[in-house]
Antibody, heavy 120, light 110 residues
Framework: QVQLQESGPGLVKPSETLSLTCTVS??????????WTWIRQPAGKGLEWIGR???????FFNPSLASRVNMSVDTSKNQFSLSLTSVTAADTALYYC????????????WGQGVQVTVSS | QTVVTQEPAFSVSPGGTVTLTCSLT?????????CSWYKQTPGQPPRTLIY???SRSSGVPDRFSGSILGNKAALTITGAQADDDSVYFC??????????FGGGTKVTVL
């Protein structure tokens, strides 16, 4: 059974960098066979796909966020991370990490989400 | 920017049928968009109901079905139950490799 758990600061100041980590159990990130994604959801609103990382190094980001986003994998800790620079209040959201089932093209395992608020 | 549109809300009686749709502003939705549907209850992450337009996820009751209706993807709930009172999101896979979600439909069963 694949399980994901997000962690990171709940409060980030405007213009600073948001950094989150997703710890995965039940699936080795170093295998290169899965796609790992970040998705966010502002309170009371819809979902926004942020991007994915796969084979530990290849990334693909939402074009609307690509200039500010980066992702990385730490296979020794079985974690993958999200970095979002120059944040504003519009980046306040519940951030989920999820596994993208590349064969069936959907998100089959999700973390519980971590709330991030951008405020001074 | 690609926008995916869903109805904001629907109301359905217990035992009734409701069809939610998912559309693109720029082109008809087709099987190549690999539409997936998710159910989200308060305080929980979304859970897959349907993937690849018509395939039901493991453990999902067969009262949920996915299809293409005209130029939209659709999720139909046949014989709605109280437990179906929830928010439903669709996601479309775009040719460039990314995903776009719809804004969600709140289904009320009463």
């Amino acid at each position: 059974q694949v399980q994901l758990q997000e962690s990171g600061p709940g409060l980030v100041k405007p213009s600073e960098t948001l950094s989150l980590t997703c710890t995965v159990s039940g699936a080795p990130l170093g295998s290169g066979t899965d796609y790992w994604t970040w998705i966010r959801q502002p309170a009371g609103k819809g979902l926004e796909w942020i991007g994915r990382i796969y084979s530990s190094e290849y990334t693909f980001f939402n074009p609307s966020l690509a200039s500010r986003v980066n992702m990385s994998v730490d296979t020794s800790k079985n974690q993958f991370s999200l970095s979002l620079t120059s944040v504003t209040a519009a980046d306040t959201a519940l951030y989920y990490c999820a596994r993208e089932n590349w064969a069936d093209t959907h998100f089959d395992y999700w973390g519980q989400g971590v709330q991030v608020t951008v405020s001074s | 920017q690609t926008v995916v549109t869903q109805e904001p809300a629907f109301s359905v009686s217990p035992g009734g049928t409701v069809t939610l749709t998912c559309s693109l502003t720029s082109e008809p939705v087709a099987v190549v968009h690999y539409c997936s549907w998710y159910k989200q209850t308060p305080g929980q992450p979304p859970r897959t109901l349907i993937y690849k337009t018509t395939s039901r996820s493991s453990g999902v009751p067969d009262r949920f079905s996915g299809s293409i209706l005209g130029n939209k993807a659709a999720l139909t709930i046949t014989g709605a139950q109280a437990d179906d009172d929830s928010v439903y999101f669709c996601a479309l896979y775009l040719g460039g490799g990314g995903f776009v979600f719809g804004g969600g439909t709140k289904v009320t069963v009463l």
